[in-house]
């Protein structure tokens, strides 16, 4: 059964928060970096305004950027932003200062199923790397501290790869 995309885009926002939220804690993990570990160049911001960057080159040219306000995914000119706290997909393309809040909120809302079904499971593959590499009980330790205590450790990467099936329903 095809879900309505208002409900998909409300699931798609409280995983992403919890995303972040563990992200945060791989970065912050006292044994080393997880995101350094799995590829991730680190890129602080110099002017101190913004969090710090973490971005993975991807075949095709395509990349994966984190911030602690939310996700991009695309090519190196331009994909989808997604916002922490809101699933609501936006075009960004590079340019200085596409990371303006007020800009981000002005830029035109980016409705590529096919790439956010895509991005959906690129996360659901990054759960899936953490468990099998720092185990069941570092991820645990992560979810019972963070937003969704209750999400079960080996369902995070299923329900994102549910998720992109959802959402690749819309293409």
Known sequence: MRREL???????S?????QCW??????RRSEGNLLLTY???RQA??????????TLPLEHCSIVRLWGSG????SVEEGVFLNRFAFEPRLVRFTEDWQDPVRLKEAPRYMDFQRLSAACGWIAEYEM???L??????RRTCLLSGPDPAQEVEGIAATWRQLAKELAAFC
């Open 6 to 12: 208002p409900q998909v885009l409300r699931r798609g």
């Open 14 to 18: 409280a995983l992403l928060h919890q």
């Open 22 to 27: 563990l992200w945060g804690c791989d970065i």
């Open 39 to 41: 590829g991730f160049a």
């Open 45 to 54: 911001d110099l002017e101190g305004k913004r969090s710090t960057q973490y």
């Open 71 to 74: 996700f991009y995914f695309g």
């Open 129 to 131: 790397w953490a468990l």
């Open 133 to 138: 590499q720092f185990g069941k009980a570092y």
